[in-house]
């Protein structure tokens, strides 16, 4: 089965830390550029970061210098270390599998989300 699984999210204190992963089943994930992306109640799916299959890295502003991505081609897993966060985080994450650069486009792979509540 062709998949992406995301697991990690969960409740957490501002100021907190979560690492989120997602595994791929049924394909490997050399030849694909890896994303996670988020999805607030009301508000539309933004790209929070993403890696190409080079190592190139982007994030949204507003986490850059907070959340760090990377992934382990050997392990078919991408990760999302989340740090310092604040409630304004506090969305479903999913993650995403695309041939493309193009970040904003809503093709590709995508896995079931996984919700992360930032709050006190």
């Known amino acids: 089965q062709v998949q992406l699984v995301e697991s990690g999210g969960g409740l957490v204190q501002p100021g907190g830390s979560l690492k989120l992963s997602c595994v791929a089943s049924?394909?490997?994930?050399?030849?694909?550029?890896m994303g996670w992306y988020r999805q607030a109640p009301a508000n539309q799916r933004e790209l929070v970061a993403g890696?190409?299959?080079?190592?190139?890295?982007v994030y949204a502003d507003s986490v850059k210098g907070r959340f760090t991505i990377s992934r382990d081609n050997a392990k078919k897993t991408t990760y999302l270390q989340m740090n310092i966060l604040k409630p304004e985080d506090t969305a479903i994450y999913s993650c995403n599998a695309r041939i493309t650069t193009t970040w904003s486009g809503p093709w590709g792979l995508w896995g079931q989300g996984t919700q992360v509540t930032v709050s006190s």
């Open positions: 049924g394909f490997a994930i050399t030849t694909y550029h």
């Open positions: 890696v190409t299959t080079n190592g190139t890295t």
